[in-house]
């Protein structure tokens, strides 16, 4: 089907409030969240959403409501003006102060400080007509000067944001509002590139200045993914106002809520998929309100804007790496595994939450990465135990579809790492020992985790994996043969010598005898053996494997001569 004029286009990747509103795009009306921060009257306030939240489309609407000079008509028609007193009170009546930090990142602390320089010179570009302002004196337009024509020193750099604040107060009258979009991102960065330290510096005396020594600031607004622990950035800040995902005030404002998405699919005649929505993207909690994910929903308004039979997507967590899960899945013990299994199986697990950490914290230990994950949005909570710890279940299907991938590739790996064991099950089905079989795989399956249970498609390529390790053999999978399909064919190319694998799944333990058997019973039935027969090939082993989570059970039979 080919889009309707009628329907906007979803905003995928358009996070500048300004683009979105003259260029047609869809957009959810959040403008509320305007007064209600004002007439919260906190001096810094700090969000933390996880990635792809909205969170820089927030600030971005933030600055062209408040800035002098703004365009008042970007705000035509949305909820904020219904407020006509405190529109006409603050509606461009201030000068802002606008840094996303999400670029600034480098191999090495030289790198990442040219990308703060770079965003920093940016910024003082844009404001550069206060070099022309006769209300500045010429002294303390200096340091403007030099971050604008390339000169700046690192002092100029960690005063810029204080310094920008006292120009533009000094040449309106008015105090400045901050807005610092991503304020973590070089601090996550520097952690996996061995500079925090360095750059920990850098921002701690640039947020000292501007957040606490400065009198020209009238507010500021910071986002992020994690609240950095106060000794570590926030340092001479005075009592932040941190509104995180545990927060009731403002959840409702960074993500999509419920209604928001019945509407937004109304709009696009698609209300039919909702439920599919809602099993994919909802499922986050936060501050007690449901939300959604705004970039899945966007993502999938704009397939089913083209082709209404549009099947959901991963698309939050193909949006950037997600190296928390890896880190969970290196560190895993026995109760880890236990905790994931539970998760998968769509249960709770109980875990004290930190929610202030510093990044040299993070991955000291499993109860840590447990409170990012949460924090980060691969978790969310379902209440709260009367001891403070909070209930931590995985909010939707797209992020059970990323622990059940990575879970497997977990497994996988430490397949690879029993050299002996495969060695010995690739012995038993040349040699059609059928306990050696069993006993192996037995072993290595006992460090997967039981979500498996019902998964015939992974246990189908886990053998595969396996027999694919043998360079003398050709394995294939659902080849049509004799009167169906057979699960595994493998050639023994070097003898000559055939392999048929029927493989089933036992509801429970005690039902694996008589599931291998029915396997067995229908290799020989459905005559699998002709095909390779066909191919010239004479001595064939049956084999019929039967598994029941981290079980198995195998039987074997020679065909008869063809």
């Not at 024509?149 to 002092?155: F, L, N, V």
């Not at 020594?213 to 950095?228: E, P």
């Not at 498996?452 to 498609?457: G, L, Q, R, T, V």
């Not at 036992?506 to 694996?512: D, H, K, P, T």
Request: overall charge neutral; glycine content about 6%.
């Amino acid at each position: 089907m080919k889009p309707t004029e009628l329907k906007p286009m979803p905003p995928i990747g358009v996070d500048l409030f300004e683009k979105l509103r003259t260029e047609g795009y869809y957009y959810v009306d959040k403008t509320r969240f305007i007064s209600e921060l004002v007439k919260n009257k906190a001096e810094v306030n700090l969000f933390t959403r996880p990635r792809r939240f909205g969170k820089t489309l927030t600030l971005s609407a933030l600055k062209e409501f408040f800035e002098i000079g703004g365009d008042p008509s970007l705000f035509e028609g949305l909820d904020i003006t219904k407020d006509t007193a405190f529109c006409e009170q603050n509606q461009n009546r201030y000068p802002v102060i606008f840094i996303t930090m999400k670029g600034v990142e480098g191999r090495t602390f030289e790198e990442a400080y040219e990308m703060l320089r770079l965003l920093v010179r940016s910024e003082a570009s844009r404001l550069s007509f206060l070099l022309e302002s006769g209300k500045i004196e010429e002294k303390d337009k200096l340091s403007l000067r030099r971050l604008i024509y390339e000169k700046d020193t690192q002092a100029d750099i960690v005063n810029s944001l204080n310094m920008l604040s006292l120009l533009l107060h000094k040449h309106y009258g008015k105090k400045a509002i901050i807005l610092i979009d991503e304020y973590d991102v070089p601090l996550d960065k520097a952690f996996h590139n061995n500079y925090y330290n360095d750059m920990v510096t850098i921002i701690r005396l640039m947020f000292g200045f501007a957040f606490k020594t400065s009198k020209s600031m009238r507010f500021a607004v910071l986002t992020g993914a994690l609240r950095v622990s106060k000794e570590s950035i926030f340092t001479g800040v005075n009592n932040p106002a941190v509104w995180s995902i545990t927060d009731n005030q403002f959840s409702e404002y960074i993500g999509f809520t419920d209604e928001e998405v019945r509407h937004m699919l109304a709009d696009y005649d698609v209300l039919e998929k909702y439920d599919t929505a809602k099993e994919w993207y909802d499922g986050y909690n936060f501050g007690g309100n449901h939300i959604y994910c705004p970039w899945d929903i966007v993502n999938y308004c704009a397939a089913l804007r083209y082709d209404r039979n549009a099947r959901p997507k991963m698309y939050w967590i193909n949006s950037s790496g997600n190296d928390i899960v890896r880190h969970l899945a290196e560190m895993a013990d026995e109760s880890t595994r236990n905790a994931i299994e539970e998760l998968i199986a769509g249960k709770t697990i109980e875990r004290m939450v930190m929610q202030e950490l510093t990044y040299s914290e993070m991955y000291q230990s499993v109860d840590h990465v447990w409170s990012v994950m949460f924090l980060t949005g691969y978790l969310t909570q379902d209440g709260e135990t009367r001891d403070g710890l909070l209930r931590l279940k995985l909010p939707n299907r797209e992020i059970r579809g990323l622990f059940v991938t990575q879970v497997s590739d977990w497994f996988k790996a430490a397949v690879r790492q029993d050299k002996a064991s495969v060695r010995a099950i690739l012995s038993g089905v040349a040699g059609g020992d059928a306990q050696e079989i069993e006993n192996n795989l037995n072993v290595l399956m006992q460090s997967m985790i039981s979500y498996f249970d019902a998964n015939e498609s992974f246990y189908h390529g886990f053998l595969l994996g396996l027999l694919g390790q043998n360079s003398a053999w050709t394995s294939v999978s659902n080849r049509e043969t004799g009167n169906g399909r057979s699960d595994i064919c493998v050639r023994n190319n070097g003898r000559r010598i055939g392999y048929i694998l029927e493989l089933k799944y036992a509801r429970e333990f005690a039902g694996l005898d008589k599931a291998s058997e029915t396997a067995l019973r229908q290799a020989e039935d459905m005559r699998y053996v002709d095909g390779l027969r066909a191919d010239g090939i004479r001595d064939v082993w049956l084999y019929g494997i039967a598994f029941h989570k981290k079980w198995c059970r195998v039987v074997v039979k020679r065909a008869e001569p063809g």
